[in-house]
């Protein structure tokens, strides 16, 4: 099963910026043009939690824990979605990964993620 590849993440003061990068580099164009993409984060002992989501033609949905602090966006040519992350907090800390949305039997390999901490 192909995996996308996420980065971007690292150690931020609360208060900073992040930017995040998830790339489909084995994924067919026509392919990764059919899904709404978003991204996901997760806590030891919780379940992953959608975020943000984009779809093919750029309309952005949020949760409102990041409402108006992250912002995500796509290249469907280049096959990669990012999350601009701004005013981030304590509890913006997890592994962010990204995905289509839903989650179903026709998405992609979950891959490794990428560790954000918010910490002073």
């Known amino acids: 099963q192909m995996q996308l590849v996420e980065s971007g993440g690292g150690l931020v003061q609360p208060g900073g910026s992040l930017r995040l990068s998830c790339v489909a580099p084995?994924?067919?164009?026509?392919?990764?043009?059919?899904?709404?993409m978003g991204w996901y984060r997760q806590t030891p002992g919780k379940q992953r939690e959608v975020v943000a989501t984009?779809?093919?033609?750029?309309?952005?949905n949020y949760a409102d824990s990041v409402q108006g602090r992250f912002t995500v966006s796509r290249h469907n040519s280049r096959k990669t979605v990012w999350l601009q992350m701004n005013s981030l907090k304590p509890e913006d800390t997890a592994v962010y990964y990204c995905?289509?949305?839903?989650?179903?039997?026709?998405?992609w390999g979950w891959g490794q993620g990428t560790q954000v901490t918010v910490s002073s």
């Open positions: 084995r994924s067919i164009l026509s392919v990764f043009n059919q899904y709404v």
């Open positions: 995905n289509t949305v839903p989650y179903s039997a026709n998405s």
């Open positions: 984009v779809t093919k033609d750029g309309v952005t």
